[in-house]
């Protein structure tokens, strides 16, 4: 059974760009979760993709955006790139939505913006 | 709104001590607890959950048991080992609609010396 997997594991962008994240869901689940985590803190959730429909989002502002595809991998987007959007990345994946089900998370991406 | 409050930390113990990390939790309904472990580098690693009151979550000698009455679910171990070093991640999966995003607390880092 494949863990999930990100890339790239690690990108430097300046401010003002935009950088796109990807995931790839653990082999049978269908839910894709987005976290940031900035340094020496806890993850903030993002949003959530189920069968390629967005389902739920946390307090980030619309130039962070995502998409699911067909295979339930994910992309994250994020335009215009701030200073404080320097953080690490988690994406986790499960098989169904609702409270309880277990998300299993990948390595993260590592994102420096300068 | 839901949140997740952890001890603070860095926590520094000698292998073969006996490990408490306090976790309280705010959450309307009935959530699904966790604790995520989280080593140097790496993404999140799900250690242990339980789903409802009363519930003992147990992994590789760590456990919790979930508290509705004092909305607790303290992490414990009988005695660390020098692996275990990382930091304890406590969170919850909330119970609104249908999105089970994760709310995390800040993190606990653990330190054990020989």
């Known amino acids: 059974e494949t863990g999930v997997t990100q890339s790239p594991t690690h990108l430097i962008k300046t401010r003002g760009q935009q950088v796109t994240l990807r995931c790839s869901s653990q082999?049978?689940?269908?839910?894709v979760s987005w976290y940031q985590q900035a340094l020496g803190q806890g993850p903030q959730f993002i949003f959530q993709?189920?069968?390629?429909?967005?389902?739920g989002r946390g307090n980030f502002p619309p130039r962070f955006s995502g998409l699911q595809f067909p295979n339930y991998s994910s992309e994250l987007n994020v335009n215009a790139l701030e200073l404080d959007d320097s953080a690490l990345y988690l994406c986790?994946?499960?098989?169904?939505?609702?409270?309880?089900?277990?998300?299993?998370f990948g390595p993260g991406t590592r994102l420096l913006v300068l | 709104g839901n949140s997740v409050t952890q001890m603070e930390g860095p926590v520094t113990l000698s292998e073969e001590a006996f490990l408490t990390i306090n976790c309280t939790y705010t959450?309307?309904?009935?959530?699904?607890l966790f604790w995520y472990v989280q080593y140097p580098g790496e993404g999140l690693q799900l250690l242990l959950k339980?789903?409802?009151?009363?519930d003992k979550g147990s992994n590789k000698g760590f456990e919790a048991t979930y508290r509705k009455e004092t909305t607790s679910f303290h992490l414990e171990k009988g005695s660390v080992q020098v692996s275990d070093s990382a930091v304890y991640f406590c969170?919850?999966?909330?119970?609104?609609?249908?999105?089970?995003?994760?709310?995390f607390g800040k993190g606990t880092k653990l330190s054990v010396k020989p």
């Open positions: 986790a994946s499960s098989d169904r939505t609702g409270p309880g089900e277990t998300q299993y």
């Open positions: 082999s049978g689940h269908n839910t």
């Open positions: 993709y189920y069968r390629e429909e967005e389902n």
């Open positions: 959450a309307t309904g009935y959530p699904s």
């Open positions: 339980a789903t409802k009151a009363d």
């Open positions: 969170a919850l999966s909330e119970t609104r609609g249908s999105q089970g995003n994760l709310i």
